[in-house]
């Protein structure tokens, strides 16, 4: 076993670019000028009818689509497992626990539709794991924890991921939140209650260990880690794959991510005209920290060398607060309000958006 550092060459990363503008040009044209549950409902279309594998079988089964979507680009041996980067002998399989397991990043009690074949076999949001970690994050809501606790995996690696002491939470290692947000807006879209699957939601609450509603949260901290960990070459090499080796369908989210905030983001209300990426102006990575978040009273902002204007947007994009501060005057009392919001901080070089909770 060794530490994985996702290393891919420049024939493979020309290759992923090439093949991804190729097929994304026209298959998603009819989601076009569309927002919301509109623009939802018409992705829904276009990727559902995929061809679907079972679990585990005599042919071509999930455990072989995952050793190649998931292969280590270093040991073609070898599986990356999601999160803890660690990469161990695919041919393994669960080998009586000692190799690795299938996780599902929407799990699957969550809707309660176990392995059936098609939601619970979809590889596009199933990721080679060790069932040490698996168990620990059993069906815990994604959030950012509060009380964190070191998650270990069966070799007692520190994997950098972490559960919450407190909250039925469980927070990826930084270099897969993105990819994990990406994999569950997918599967909120897939399953939208037709074709005997459940309508799967995203939504706001962390449920517990017992509820069995296809519901999965956190929706904001996941559009969060959307914004702040972008798609990378690994994601968009395992989408090429499944849609041209496997299941015909893509992730639209890895193809073009700016769709997640015409659904359920800052442009819910704005149709999506084809646009690909975040903006980068206003999406940029900073040093910035907004705490605590969530928050019941104040919101503080740590990191400003110069004045800013704040303003902070309910999810229907109405203004309803303006404010301005600097590196010493830079607490915002928010006790007002309640709910979800976004928050603008603009300055002379750069305008940066961020999502806060308010309870």
């Known amino acids: 076993m060794i530490l994985k550092s996702i290393c891919l060459n420049t024939i493979f990363l020309l290759f992923t670019f090439t093949l991804a503008a190729q097929i994304t040009t026209e298959y998603y044209d009819s989601a076009k000028n569309l927002s919301g549950e509109e623009l939802k409902n018409e992705l829904n279309q276009i990727i559902d009818n995929h061809t679907e594998y079972y679990y585990t079988g005599s042919e071509i089964d999930v ?6 979507t998931d292969r280590d680009p270093n040991n073609s041996d070898n599986v990356i497992l999601i999160y803890s980067g660690i990469s161990v002998n695919g041919a393994q399989e669960y080998n009586n626990a000692n190799g690795w397991t299938r996780e599902h990043i929407w799990a699957k009690s969550r809707g ?30 994604f959030n950012n924890c509060s009380t964190c606790i070191d998650v270990l995996d069966k070799w007692g690696n520190t994997t950098g991921s972490k559960k919450d002491a407190n909250d039925w939470t469980f927070e990826p290692r930084d270099e897969v939140k993105g990819d994990v947000a990406r994999m569950m807006f997918y599967m909120a879209v897939r399953y939208e209650g037709l074709d005997n699957y459940p309508d799967l939601e995203l939504v706001e609450s962390i449920l517990s260990k017992e ?43 890895i193809d073009y991510p700016i769709l ?83 928050l603008d901080i603009i300055t002379l070089e750069k305008k940066i958006t961020k999502i806060v909770i308010i309870k």
């Open 63 to 68: 455990w072989d689509i995952l050793k190649h």
């Open 211 to 253: 509820n069995k509603e296809p519901l999965h949260g956190v929706l904001s901290t996941l559009l969060e880690w959307h914004i702040n960990d972008p798609v990378d070459a690994w994601e968009e090499n395992r989408n090429n794959i499944i849609y041209s080796s496997y299941q015909h369908n893509r992730n639209p989210f």
């Open 112 to 141: 309660d539709f176990g392995t059936t074949t098609g939601v619970g076999t979809d590889v596009h949001a199933l990721r080679p794991l060790d069932n040490t970690t698996n168990s620990i994050r059993n069906n815990r809501n």
């Open 260 to 342: 997640a905030e015409h659904i359920w983001g800052s442009k819910i209300n704005i149709s999506w005209t084809g646009e690909q990426s975040l903006n980068d102006t206003t999406y940029n990575k900073t040093p910035l920290r907004i705490y605590p978040n969530p928050t019941s009273d104040f919101l503080n902002i740590k990191g400003l060398n110069t004045s800013a204007k704040v303003c902070i947007y309910d999810i229907n994009g109405r203004k309803l607060f303006v404010t301005k501060i600097d590196a010493n005057n830079n607490s915002i009392d928010v006790s007002g309000l309640s709910g979800i919001y976004l």
